[in-house]
């Protein structure tokens, strides 16, 4: 959380629009973008037509984001219960 909370700042993003999954899987380094973003989706934080950041960081200077615009294929099944 010591990095996700002032880079969420710096973007002007409450932490209530930010999505992690620390709490609930501890630190999971790569996995941890998608495991945040599946569960937005399953609790309803992430709707149809919204606008997402991914953005992750690594030791030193290295980092990379993808902005995107969820939009999921209605022949796909609803996610499953872990």
């Known amino acids: ?22 709490e609930n ?3 999971t380094s790569a996995a941890s973008i998608p495991l945040a973003f599946d569960l937005g989706i399953r609790e309803g934080r992430v709707q149809n ?5 991914l953005y992750g960081f690594g030791s ?16 796909v099944n609803e996610p499953k219960p872990l």
């Open 1 to 22: 959380m010591r990095l996700i909370e002032p880079i969420s700042e710096k973007l002007d993003y409450s932490m209530d629009q930010t999505l992690y999954s620390l």
């Open 25 to 27: 899987f501890g630190n």
């Open 49 to 53: 037509g919204d606008r997402v950041l």
């Open 60 to 75: 030193g200077l290295v980092h990379a984001g993808q902005l995107l615009e969820w939009n999921p294929d209605e022949q």
